[in-house]
């Protein structure tokens, strides 16, 4: 599903780039997030380069990653079904 490896600065441009600037995360945000989802085995430290720490989404993350994705979907769709036909 996603398979890029990154680093938390590459993250974080990723994102602001994705929401056109509406989502900052910041360091202390970012960096207990990586911790908390290496922890939950949802990402793995695959190596560092010039200090930082590159991570990679694991099986089990990119499962959850399509769980959530799904639910996502649906809540949109449940949103257009009350609005243009409520």
């Not at 056109?20 to 911790?35: A, D, F, R």
């Given at each position: 599903?996603?398979h ?20 900052n995360?910041g ?5 207990g ?6 922890k ?26 399509g ?5 996502i979907?649906?809540l949109?769709?449940n ?8």
């Amino acid at each position: 599903m996603f398979h890029e490896e990154a680093h938390g600065y590459h993250i974080v441009q990723r994102v602001g780039a994705l929401t056109e600037g509406e989502i900052n995360i910041g360091p202390g945000t970012l960096y207990g997030s990586l911790s908390k989802m290496e922890k939950d085995g949802l990402i793995r430290f695959v190596r560092e380069e010039d200090k930082r720490k590159i991570y990679k989404i694991t099986e089990l993350g990119n499962q959850v990653l399509g769980l959530e994705i799904k639910r996502i979907r649906r809540l949109c769709q449940n949103v257009r079904e009350v609005v243009y036909e409520g």
